[in-house]
């Protein structure tokens, strides 16, 4: 895909995670956040600076967001 239509999509993204009142987290293959919105950070209590880029676990220490991505669960 041209480097313009992922810039496009990833902003469709980031205003459709920005608009909506539902808290989102975007984790990688690895259970690494990649993206959170605001409302997700709130309802959290903690900033995106302490959520991104770490692992899931150590913002939900029961999340099964892992086990999620790597089809242990369908």
Same mark, same amino acid.
């Given at each position: =895909? #041209?480097?313009?239509?992922?810039?496009?999509?990833?902003? &469709?993204?980031?205003? =459709?995670?920005?608009?909506? @009142?539902?808290?989102?987290?975007?984790?990688?293959? @690895?259970? &690494?956040?990649? @993206?959170?919105?605001?409302?997700?950070?709130?309802?959290?209590?903690? #900033?995106?600076?302490? $959520?991104?880029?770490?692992?899931?676990?150590?913002? $939900? %220490?029961? %999340?099964? =967001?892992? @086990? $999620?991505?790597?089809?242990?669960? %369908?």
């Amino acid at each position: =895909m #041209p480097e313009q239509g992922i810039a496009r999509y990833k902003y &469709i993204f980031n205003e =459709m995670l920005r608009m909506t @009142d539902d808290g989102f987290i975007v984790v990688d293959k @690895d259970g &690494i956040v990649t @993206d959170v919105n605001d409302q997700y950070c709130d309802f959290l209590g903690k #900033p995106r600076e302490e $959520i991104v880029g770490f692992s899931i676990l150590k913002t $939900i %220490s029961n %999340s099964k =967001m892992v @086990d $999620i991505v790597k089809r242990r669960y %369908s």
